[in-house]
């Protein structure tokens, strides 16, 4: 989690504070799991000690969900102010943020989960005529990103695999229910 070499946030109750944070230039990925953007800010782990190196995305949702730690980070000196390095673009910052329906090719589509790439995964409402239903993720503006229509009996083995392989921010409190319920969503 912490690199050898790194700071921690605090060195200790009797010390100044030595912060490892700050731009980064390695061309290395986001450390937020399933993130595949380039890290561009070190920010310090805001539970156990040590620092992550986060995408301007996940630096813009770190700035959303440590807002104290974050006028810390800015307050200091020596260290480029952040502001500058949290980027939110088209995607979605909270699971909040996402509508709880929308429509898509005039079907309706209800809010299912917020994916590690801040956009938001929807299924169909309603399976069509030969039993599928549909997921699609969206952007910020609602524009289809990612579309796949799959067998009503496979839903749930596909929102695991999205889980998996794509990574969840936050599940919709009903499929989080389906999910862990083991009962079916309502239609
Ligand atoms: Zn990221």
């Given at each position: 989690?912490?690199?050898?070499?790194?700071?921690?946030?605090?060195?200790?109750?009797?010390?100044?504070?030595?912060?490892?944070v700050g731009p980064v230039d390695e061309?290395?990925?986001c450390e937020c799991?399933?993130?595949?953007r380039k890290q561009r800010y070190r920010l310090?782990?805001?539970?156990?000690?040590?620092d992550v190196a986060y995408c301007g995305y996940h630096v813009a949702r770190y700035r959303h969900?440590n807002?104290?730690?974050w006028?810390?980070i800015r307050?200091?000196?020596?260290v480029e102010d952040p502001d500058a390095y949290a980027v939110v673009g088209?995607?979605?910052?909270?699971?909040?943020?996402?509508?709880?329906?929308?429509?898509?090719?005039?079907?309706?589509?209800?809010?299912?989960?917020?994916?590690?790439?801040?956009?938001?995964?929807?299924?169909?409402?309603?399976?069509?005529?030969?039993?599928?239903?549909?997921?699609?993720?969206?952007?910020?503006?609602?524009?289809?990103?990612?579309?796949?229509?799959?067998?009503?009996?496979?839903?749930?083995?596909?929102?695991?695999?999205?889980?998996?392989?794509?990574?969840?921010?936050?599940?919709?409190?009903?499929?989080?229910?389906?999910?862990?319920?083991?009962?079916?969503?309502?239609?």
């Open positions: 989690m912490s690199r050898p070499d790194s700071q921690p946030w605090y060195s200790g109750a009797h010390r100044a504070l030595e912060p490892d061309h290395a990925l799991g399933h993130c595949d310090p782990w805001p539970e156990v000690g040590g969900h807002r104290e730690l006028e810390r307050s200091l000196d020596d088209d995607r979605f910052l909270t699971l909040d943020e996402v509508p709880e329906e929308i429509s898509v090719d005039g079907k309706r589509m209800r809010r299912v989960a917020l994916g590690v790439d801040g956009w938001a995964l929807f299924d169909s409402a309603e399976p069509d005529n030969d039993g599928e239903v549909r997921f699609v993720t969206v952007d910020r503006s609602l524009e289809p990103r990612e579309s796949v229509e799959i067998s009503r009996s496979s839903a749930g083995e596909f929102l695991n695999w999205f889980r998996e392989h794509e990574g969840v921010h936050d599940l919709d409190p009903d499929a989080r229910r389906a999910l862990y319920g083991g009962e079916p969503r309502d239609v």
